[in-house]
């Protein structure tokens, strides 16, 4: 599903037009990543938590080089899903089988 598939289901489900659509998702994601580059967590209900991490230091190998190299410390997104959101995936898996 790509973004203009998104603004399409958004439109139709809420009834409005594409156009205020898109304009809803601009600013739903603009405040997610605001929020996020602040240092606050961000909750949508029934799906997750994002949040900024800081990822350690680590040591990585690097093949094309056969050496060994010390990567920085990296500020990251983090997601944590909702227990239904797992549940419904745990539930896709078993219809699955």
Not at 45 to 74: C, D, I, V, W
Not at 83 to 88: A, C, F, Q, R, V
């Amino acid at each position: 599903m790509n973004t203009s598939d998104v603004v399409a289901m958004l439109a139709k489900n809420w009834d409005m037009t594409q156009v205020e659509a898109r304009e809803l998702l601009d600013v739903i994601t603009q405040t997610l990543s605001e929020n996020i580059a602040t240092g606050n967590s961000f909750t949508i209900p029934e799906l997750g938590t994002f949040s900024a991490t800081t990822r350690k230091k680590r040591r990585s190998y690097n093949p094309h080089y056969e050496q060994y190299m010390e990567l920085p410390p990296k500020r990251v997104v983090d997601f944590n899903p909702s227990k239904g959101l797992k549940e419904d995936f745990k539930q896709a898996d078993t219809d699955d089988e």
